[in-house]
């Protein structure tokens, strides 16, 4: 006799457990306040490149820390998304949700995504958190950010072999309220890697 089919379970039927160990508890461990650093700019900016240094400035002076990397994520977790709208958002929400568990875990964490529009961004904030989410626009201009042109991306999407390219055929919304903007194309990596770091010192210290 064949077994009957599971029924899926419904939304009132999941229910959060929470733990014997608060984040403040985890946070008191680590010797840290758990936040995440949100990189946002056009391809090529150097959000990547500005986050990996950043990890390991924070690792120097002994924080937990960990990047969340826009292409890096692509490899597993996101590995089923494309690049249209939909799935642009689906990758941020859920980049987002795994920030959050990161900062409940006490860690740091520093992500480094295109995350084109204002609106993906305000949700990341809302799921991670206002008090924890630090939103920094890496704002070199994209007529650098062409000429740098590492991986040959903005070539092809002016030959029109890439759709929906952020900068040339997608738009890129400006953060309006920024915590932090830096320019790569005017700054060296110490000095924007310094006034990051001076400004996660702020938010650490609750000096908003």
């Known amino acids: 006799m064949a077994a009957e089919p599971s029924l899926p379970l419904l939304p009132h039927e999941v229910v959060w457990h929470d733990g014997q160990v608060s984040r403040a508890e985890r946070e008191k461990l680590l010797g840290q306040r758990a936040l995440t650093v949100w ?8 959000k990547s490149t ?4 950043l990890e390991r400035e924070l690792h120097e002076r002994g924080r937990a820390c960990y990047v969340l990397d826009g292409d890096n994520v692509r490899h597993g977790l996101n590995s089923n998304l494309g690049f249209s709208p939909p799935d642009r958002r689906e990758n941020i929400r859920r980049i987002a949700e ?3 568990l990161m900062n409940d875990a006490g860690l740091m964490v520093i992500t480094a995504f295109i995350s084109p529009w204002r609106a993906d961004r305000a949700a990341a904030r809302a799921i991670i958190g206002a008090e924890s989410f630090l939103e920094v626009h890496v704002g070199t201009p994209l007529a650098v950010c062409e000429a740098r042109d590492p991986k040959g991306m903005y070539a092809r999407a002016r030959r029109g072999e890439l759709a929906e390219f952020t900068g040339v055929s997608s738009p890129y919304e400006v953060p309006l309220a920024a915590d932090l903007t830096l320019d790569m194309g005017q700054l060296s990596l110490p000095e924007a890697l310094a006034q990051l770091v001076g400004r996660i010192g702020r938010h650490a210290a609750g000096q908003e």
């Open 39 to 46: 990189l946002t700019g056009l391809s090529a900016a150097g």
């Open 98 to 100: 795994v920030a959050r």
């Open 50 to 53: 500005l986050a990996f240094a």
